[in-house]
C-alpha cells in the first residue's frame, strides 16, 4: 500500500518564487490536510478538506492555497514563497475527521 | 482556542527503564485524544487514540490515560528499548464534527542502550 505520497521531499526556493506540494493518496479517505512543523514546534494546520471540491482554512492558512478536485489528490501551492515559510510540511488523510490518519513522509522545504 | 502542551519537551533515559510523557489541554470538552510517534526525517504514526468516554488503551508496552476534567494524558513506556528513540506527540479531537486535531510539541525521547 501506498498510503501517502508527497512530492518532492525536499526543495529550496528563492523568495518570490512558487510551486506546489504534491500530495496523493490511494486509500478512498475524505479527508485530507496540510500541516507545517517548524523545528521543536508541533503541528500547525494549514489548510483541511474533508472532500473533493470542499476546501476550509487551518490555523496559519496565509500565504498558501489548495484545491481539491479529485478525493485522490490535495496539492498545496505557494504562490510567494517568503524565508517565513521555511518548514517541514506534512500532508495526511483519514477516512473520517479525527481517526485513523495516515501521514505522508513531508518535504523539508527551504526558502532563502 | 484549544492549547496542547507536553512536558518534558526532551527526555534521555537508560534502557529498561519505565517512563512516562505528559500531555495537558486547555479546553477539557475534547472528543479524542490520540498519540502519535514521528522518527527523524519521517511522517507521524498513529500509536493510540483514546475516546473521550475512555480512561485509558494499552498497546503492547504502551498505555496511554486519559484524565478528561483535569485535562490530562499520559503515555506510560514500559521497559524501554532504543527503538521506542523517537519524539511521540500527543494530539486531541474537540468535537465528533470537521475540526482536525491540535497538536503538543511533542517530547523527544532517547532509550540510551
Known amino acids: 500500500n501506498a498510503g501517502v505520497t508527497q512530492t518532492p521531499k525536499f526543495r529550496i526556493l528563492k523568495i518570490g518564487q512558487s510551486m506546489t506540494l504534491q500530495c496523493t493518496q490511494d486509500m478512498n479517505h475524505n479527508y485530507m490536510y496540510w500541516y507545517r512543523q517548524d523545528p521543536g514546534m508541533g503541528l500547525k494546520l494549514i489548510y483541511y478538506s474533508v472532500g473533493a471540491g470542499i476546501t476550509d482554512k487551518g490555523e496559519v492558512p496565509n500565504g498558501y492555497n489548495v484545491s481539491r478536485s479529485t478525493t485522490e489528490d490535495f496539492p498545496l501551492r505557494l504562490e510567494l514563497a517568503a524565508p517565513s515559510q521555511t518548514s517541514v510540511y506534512f500532508c495526511a488523510s483519514s477516512y473520517v475527521g479525527g481517526y485513523g490518519y495516515t501521514f505522508g513522509s513531508g518535504t523539508r522545504l527551504t526558502v532563502v | 482556542k484549544q492549547e496542547v502542551t507536553q512536558i518534558p519537551a526532551a527526555l534521555s533515559v537508560p534502557e529498561g527503564e519505565n517512563l512516562v510523557l505528559n500531555c495537558s489541554f486547555t479546553?477539557?470538552?475534547?472528543?479524542?485524544l490520540q498519540w502519535f510517534r514521528q522518527d527523524p526525517g519521517k511522517g507521524l504514526t498513529s500509536l493510540l487514540l483514546?475516546?473521550?468516554?475512555?480512561r485509558e488503551q494499552t498497546s503492547g508496552r504502551l498505555n496511554a490515560s486519559l484524565d478528561k476534567s483535569s485535562g490530562r494524558s499520559t503515555l506510560y513506556i514500559a521497559a524501554s528499548q532504543p527503538g521506542d528513540s523517537a519524539t511521540y506527540l500527543c494530539a486531541v479531537k474537540q468535537n465528533s464534527g470537521n475540526t482536525p486535531l491540535v497538536f503538543g510539541k511533542g517530547t523527544r525521547l532517547s532509550v540510551i542502550a
Open positions: 483514546i475516546q473521550s468516554s475512555q
Open positions: 479546553d477539557s470538552a475534547i472528543y479524542n
